[in-house]
């Protein structure tokens, strides 16, 4: 466990997002140690400046693992920025002799024991019921046209955390 004494395994779970991305730290026992979203506003290199935001992180909590999403199979619409980002954050990852993993949305959504038709809405409020003191933080359901909300990513980070968590039971 990267030579602490802490007895807890912690998880550091990134979401990329256009401007930057989610995150949060998990220690397997479930408890949340931080959440939120770290801008990245860079009109180039945006990918390294995420991947030095990161770094900062790994190096302030150093996590044993970090979750991500798992950006390749069908149906992955997001960025091919964000792609390359995820691949960064791995590479990252073996760098400082972290354990790497990802997940897909539909492991993200087996682990809540939900179905496709079931909203990111739908997990962040489970996450929230999970962890009331996210409850504030709960973003609007969505319509039609609208933006995601500032937070989303941060509640999709801890989904990604919490699928971790649930697969090690």
């Not at 996210?134 to 990604?160: C, V």
Request: with cysteine; hydrophobic share 35%.
């Amino acid at each position: 466990m990267r030579g602490n004494s802490r007895r807890e395994l912690r998880v550091l779970s990134i979401d990329p997002a256009s401007r930057g991305f989610g995150f949060c730290v998990l220690e397997v026992a479930g408890r949340l140690v931080d959440w939120g979203t770290r801008s990245a506003r860079s009109r180039h290199n945006r990918n390294e400046r995420c991947v030095a935001i990161v770094k900062k992180l790994i190096e302030e909590y150093q996590p044993d693992v970090l979750v991500t999403e798992k950006c390749d199979g069908h149906g992955w619409r997001r960025h091919i920025r964000v792609r390359e980002l995820i691949d960064a954050l791995v590479n990252l990852a073996h760098e400082q002799k972290i354990k790497a993993r990802q997940f897909t949305q539909k492991e993200v959504r087996a682990a809540f024991g939900v179905d496709e038709a079931t909203t990111k809405h739908d997990i962040a409020r489970a996450i929230a019921n999970r962890f009331p003191e996210l409850e504030p933080a709960l973003p609007d359901r969505r319509k039609a046209g609208d933006n995601e909300a500032h937070h989303e990513r941060t509640f999709s980070a801890i989904g990604l955390a919490v699928t971790f968590w649930h697969e090690r039971k």
